[in-house]
């Protein structure tokens, strides 16, 4: 361990260990240790750097083709944060570590990383303090409902409803229904955005929170949204932003300068850290004053003598959301993430984000309809309905990309539009990579009016033929046939 540390940013930096009683606490007992080598599958290095070269060439991700996912923020995230994350500092650590309550020495660094990390978000979103343990967006939702139901709660307000726009992610209504609240959808209008109008209908002393994410998954901003919120505080609910997909306001406005209460980012989505694959997420949450007593325990604190420990004495908390102290390695790529981007480049983010998206929404929309024809904001949603008349469905228009090398983007989703096709091209991609896409899809287009069959058959050109879906659900088979 001592070894291990020595090797790490501070130990590299030179910094002289104390003499510390957990370094000997930690050794393993030697009634524990084995007296046997263990009994393993032999296989040489060889066979084994084999056995993995291989399985990556089968993996299709950002690093080797254009991933425009909708509302999945499939971007490049710069691959220092997975060398400051290999640190031995801070990836020898262990959660039981009694070091860790007590912030002791060998802990210091990674509980910085945490608070400076959770002030640094709180910066960003115009909030007080932020909870760093949720460990994806859908347990951030959960959380930040139920610190609207612990605030409700402690007022004495009996509130039963949630209000959520029919745009909404389906993790949404799940997370208000889950914390117990009956969930009233509202429709969106001709604007894309939810209907003032509508919500007005509503609204009244019964609503504990309205929910709300804003781009919508349609991309689009609300212009109503400081008037929702303002009326939402009248009859005393609160305000919930959905930040899965900060990407298109990062630096240029604040949840919390709007109005919002509550807000959950997707680190795995915004901040440095590769999405997808069932990998690791982490899904912060960021309260207003009002609502900070009620955040789950631990909280990183700094103490007067510029120290970081762990505080656990908040009476009024929700309590435990999360074993430990969330996903660490994530929330440490965000940390690397926005010290190297700084204020102009994550301001640099969100406008090349939104830049991308128009460019391609421009180029596109004469060859497929856009159902809501404004400016768009980190993503944008087209329809397949023009193509459908030729029976060609937005699935197969999905299969057809594959031939070009690109992973199609969302579709089906959201449910408001017919036979959607979601593009998120993220800021991380080059005009070249976008111009490519773009003549894909008009290819794709011109071949739906001229051969749909091309497109029902697809894909052509990989190894594999289209999936019988429903075959696929009951029967699995799973073996690799290579
Ligand atoms: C991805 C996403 C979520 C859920 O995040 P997970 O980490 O997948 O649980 C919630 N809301 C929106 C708008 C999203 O795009």
Not at 120 to 137: C, D, K, R, V
Not at 290 to 295: D, R, Y
Not at 348 to 372: C, G, I, T, W
Request: net charge neutral; hydrophobic share 40%; proline share 6%.
């Amino acid at each position: 361990m001592k070894l291990i540390f020595e090797k790490s940013v501070a130990g590299r930096r030179g910094v002289r260990l104390p003499k510390c009683d957990v370094l000997a606490e930690l050794a393993v007992p030697e009634e524990l240790k084995r007296k046997q080598p263990p009994d393993l599958p032999e296989v040489s290095e060889l066979e084994t750097v084999r056995h993995w070269t291989e399985l990556s060439r089968h993996n299709f991700g950002v690093d080797t083709n254009f991933y425009p996912l909708g509302s999945c923020t499939m971007k490049y995230n710069p691959k220092i944060g997975e060398e400051v994350a290999k640190y031995q500092g801070f990836s020898s650590l262990h959660p039981l570590l009694p070091q860790l309550r007590q912030g002791g020495v060998l802990t210091q660094g990674a509980l910085q990383v945490i608070y400076e990390t959770e002030r640094l978000l709180s910066e960003i979103t115009g909030m007080a303090e932020f909870t760093m343990q949720p460990l994806a967006g859908a347990h951030g939702e959960l959380t930040g409902i139920m610190l609207i139901a612990a605030y409700h709660k402690s007022k004495g307000n009996r509130k039963t409803k949630v209000i959520i726009p029919d745009s909404a992610h389906g993790t949404n209504p799940a997370s208000a229904a889950i914390a117990g609240y009956e969930v009233v959808s509202v429709p969106s209008n001709n604007n894309g955005v939810m209907d003032f109008n509508e919500f007005e209908k509503v609204l009244n002393e019964e609503v504990a929170a309205v929910m709300l994410t804003c781009p919508n998954t349609l991309g689009l901003f609300n212009p109503d949204i400081k008037k929702i919120a303002d009326r939402t505080h009248q009859v005393g609910g609160l305000m919930y932003y959905d930040g899965a997909n900060l990407n298109a306001i990062l630096g240029k406005c604040r949840p919390g300068d709007i109005g919002f209460d509550v807000v959950h980012l997707n680190l795995h989505k915004t901040f440095g850290t590769p999405h997808g694959g069932g990998g690791p997420g982490a899904g912060p949450v960021g309260v207003k004053e009002h609502l900070k007593e009620f955040l789950p325990i631990s909280l990183v604190v700094k103490r007067p003598d510029g120290t970081y420990a762990l505080e656990y004495d908040r009476p009024k908390s929700i309590g435990y959301v999360a074993p430990f102290y969330g996903n660490f390695g994530v929330i440490l790529k965000c940390y690397v993430y926005i010290l190297l981007l700084g204020r102009e480049g994550l301001i640099r983010v969100a406008e090349n984000a939104v830049l991308n998206a128009n460019y391609m929404m421009e180029k596109l929309k004469s060859y497929y309809h856009l159902p809501y024809d404004r400016r768009c904001m980190h993503e944008f949603v087209l329809s397949a309905k023009r193509q459908k008349e030729k029976g060609v469905k937005a699935l197969d228009i999905a299969k057809r990309l594959l031939d070009f090398g690109f992973h199609p983007p969302t579709i089906y989703f959201p449910l408001i539009v017919e036979e959607a096709m979601m593009i998120e091209p993220t800021e991380t991609e080059s005009r070249e990579t976008l111009d490519k896409f773009i003549e894909a899809m008009i290819q794709i287009a011109g071949e739906a009016e001229q051969e749909p069959q091309r497109l029902k058959d697809a894909p052509h050109n990989l190894d594999i033929s289209r999936l019988d879906e429903v075959t696929a659900a009951r029967e699995p088979n799973l073996r690799w046939k290579g």
